[in-house]
Every structure is written in structure tokens, then in C-alpha cells.
């Protein structure tokens, strides 16, 4: 059975930084494409940022492009999202996402996901 766990949400001052993690098993890890989304009350997920399999390449959505960082641990079966220069408009839950995307920020051609990671930044 596949599972995706994220952890490393919190609450972080304006200009702040985390780093989620999202730790996956009972799949080919490697073999899959990794995405990271959020989602706010009302609206639907929206795409932050992707690893392909074996981090052949990465993208970002234009609010992500030169704040977030994804990199991806084979050893560990984990991918990372490293956040920093937070904005309070990056409050959300951050859902990570498996499977083999067309359009790696759509969330429509995902297999599987895990169940959030709350991230607050406020002051």
C-alpha cells in the first residue's frame, strides 16, 4: 500500500523558512514524479512545484520561482520543499502528490497523496 506523509508545517513569521518533507513508501520512488501543492478554504489545489522521476528536472509555479527549492533523497524515499522569503499568502495546507503527470502542476494525473501539512506565516 502507498503511503505519502508531509510533515514540517508550522507557523513562521513573514521572511521565515521551513522545509516539508515528503516521505513516501510502498512505491518506486523513483520511478515517479513528485509534486507539492496547497490549497486555502474555498479554493481548489493549486500547483507549487515538481520533481520528475529521478529529478531529471524540476519546475516551479511563478509564485514559488526563486523562494522554494524541491529536492528529492533516494536513500530516504523523501522530497524535500525548502521554503524561504515566506509570505503570508503562502499560508495553506501543502499536500504532496505521486504518479506520472502530463501538466506536473495540475493535480488532476496524480495517483496518490498524503493528508497535509498545515503552513501559517503570520506575524
Known amino acids: 500500500q502507498v503511503h505519502l506523509v508531509e510533515s514540517g508545517g508550522g507557523l513562521v513569521q513573514p521572511g521565515g523558512s521551513l522545509r516539508l518533507s515528503c516521505a513516501a513508501s510502498?512505491?518506486?520512488?523513483?520511478?515517479?514524479?513528485i509534486g507539492w501543492f496547497r490549497q486555502v478554504p474555498g479554493k481548489g489545489r493549486e500547483g507549487v512545484s515538481y520533481?520528475?522521476?529521478?529529478?531529471?528536472?524540476?519546475s516551479y509555479a511563478n509564485s514559488a520561482k526563486g523562494r522554494f527549492t524541491i529536492s528529492r533523497d533516494s536513500a530516504e524515499n523523501t522530497v524535500y520543499l525548502q521554503m524561504d522569503s515566506l509570505r503570508p499568502d503562502d499560508t495553506a495546507v501543502y499536500y504532496c502528490?505521486?504518479?506520472?503527470?502530463?501538466?506536473?502542476?495540475?493535480?488532476?494525473?496524480?495517483?496518490?497523496w498524503g493528508q497535509g501539512t498545515q503552513v501559517t506565516v503570520s506575524s
Open positions: 502528490a505521486a504518479g506520472h503527470p502530463t501538466i506536473p502542476l495540475i493535480p488532476n494525473d496524480y495517483d496518490y
Open positions: 510502498g512505491l518506486a520512488f523513483d520511478a515517479h514524479g
Open positions: 520533481s520528475s522521476p529521478r529529478n531529471a528536472y524540476t
